[in-house]
């Protein structure tokens, strides 16, 4: 059986086909790029012919029956999406109203949880950055929510007069003495990426104070701006939602 994994969010929608247990073919494409171009930009890099569709998606109910009725017809298969529940594949969600938690947050958990059978911090580091905890048996410690890198930048600079609005590209890595930047430009971008770590950094230490040794496992689309300041050395899985869908699925058959 092969099946289209699809990993839909904010700013970004992958993919990937997942065929003898393992995930290949990943892409992504950017959400205004299907805005500025449609879904054709998007169908026009999926494969024609799937036994089934899966797909994790934040972006909105709206979108995702315009998706749904596109990519089903384009792959000759029903497009089912994940939902969040109380518990599943060895995960149990803390909060009290299952489906509030983010899907995107509950399927990277089951990504996580497959492959590191302990205590965990998951770290999703895109739009927004989430954190989620889980302990050795897979219960859901809890988790937060802070603005991204480059939503805070965004941000600093929409509600300053003169800082400005870095590019993407120009939050440069800054470790040791090198995080205190000589341009007000580089000031925002350390800043914005120090902050994140910062929060990566306390949240795995009050895990250690309370008896969890978790394993930082890191993705989202700034994981790479991310990775080289922390600390201690993280897992980078790119595809960890891609990886829960994975698990949902096969754990169904």
Not at 225 to 250: D, M, N, S, W, Y
Request: aromatic share 2%; glycine share 10%; with cysteine.
């Amino acid at each position: 059986m092969t099946a289209l994994l699809m990993d839909i969010g904010n700013s970004r929608l992958k993919w990937g086909v997942l065929d003898d247990h393992a995930i290949h073919r990943t892409g992504h494409i950017s959400q205004q790029k299907i805005r500025e171009q449609g879904l054709a930009a998007l169908t026009s890099k999926l494969p024609r012919r799937v036994d089934s569709v899966l797909a994790s998606n934040v972006a909105g109910t709206s979108f995702a029956t315009r998706l749904s009725g596109v990519v089903g017809m384009h792959c000759s298969a029903d497009m089912h999406f994940a939902h969040t529940e109380k518990q599943a594949c060895g995960v149990t969600n803390s909060y009290r109203q299952a489906r509030r938690l983010g899907v995107d947050r509950w399927v990277a958990m089951i990504g996580a949880r497959a492959e590191v059978n302990t205590a965990c911090l998951i770290v999703d580091a895109g739009t927004a950055v989430t954190l989620d905890a889980l302990d050795d048996s897979g219960l859901h410690l809890g988790g937060q929510i802070l603005p991204g890198v480059t939503l805070m930048a965004a941000t600093l600079a929409s509600r300053t007069s003169d800082v400005p609005n870095i590019q993407r590209r120009a939050a440069s890595q800054g470790r040791g003495m090198e995080m205190f930047a000589s341009t007000t430009a580089g000031a925002v971008g350390h800043g914005a990426s120090n902050a994140v770590v910062g929060a990566i950094e306390r949240a795995a230490n009050v895990m250690r104070e309370n008896g969890h040794t978790p394993t930082i496992i890191l993705t989202g689309g700034d994981a790479s701006r991310i990775l080289k300041l922390l600390g201690e050395e993280p897992i980078h899985r790119p595809h960890l939602v891609l990886q829960g869908l994975a698990q949902l699925l096969e754990n169904r058959q």
